[in-house]
């Protein structure tokens, strides 16, 4: 693919990230991302054929940007407990930014979509959380500023918290307040007091 080509399938699934964040997914037609592009239909289907790709391709975007941010703020020296801290607060701001987010969509993807098999994109980006999670609480066991008899629970716990404060967010809201609430708990289930 050339430059040229590939500049025009990024705009387009910029510009269809949009369109997902306003109407979510079971409202998008490929008709609602050729208006929202200016571009012709025949144009879009050059480079997608469904909308669903288009989202697919979207959330590998929004995932891939997500671990580029949080690795980078991660120093060397940082602990178990740093680097946790600082992956609840990244949890945080997507919570409280909820009118600029995908959830809705990916939600009604996957209710519409129903599949247990190992493609899910949710489930896989659920499963590789509790993985870093389990790690950092396996690490901060290791060096002494966790206690946790069960770290594959604990990190499976937080994460389903974690998806439960965005439906939260998305349903009835959620207040800054309430998350840190519900942060704040977890951590101190971890942390040994010194």
């Known amino acids: 693919m050339g430059e040229k080509s590939a500049q025009k399938r990024k705009y387009i699934l910029e510009v269809a990230r949009k369109v997902f964040v306003e109407k979510g997914f079971k409202n998008v037609t490929m008709k609602d991302i050729v208006d929202a592009c200016g571009i012709s239909r025949g144009g879009l289907y050059l480079y997608f054929d469904s909308t669903e790709q288009i989202l697919m391709e979207v959330l590998q975007i929004e995932a891939d940007e997500t671990d580029d941010v949080f690795t980078k703020q991660i120093a060397r020296e ?10 609840l607060k990244e949890q945080k701001k997507e919570l409280l930014q909820n009118k600029d987010n995908l959830t809705v969509a990916v939600y009604e993807y996957f209710f519409a979509h129903q599949t247990t098999d190992k493609n899910n994109m949710l489930r896989k980006q659920f499963d590789a959380g509790v993985r870093v999670i389990e790690k950092l609480i396996e690490d901060g066991i290791a060096s002494g500023e966790f206690y946790c008899e069960n770290p594959k629970g604990a990190a ?21 307040k309430m998350v840190d609430e519900q942060l704040l708990y977890i951590m101190q289930g971890l942390i040994i007091d010194v």
Do not use: P, R, S
């Open 78 to 87: 940082d602990t178990a407990a740093d680097i946790l801290t600082l992956f």
């Open 156 to 176: 499976a716990n937080i994460m389903f918290v974690l998806e439960g404060m965005k439906i939260d967010a998305q349903t009835f809201g959620v207040t800054e």
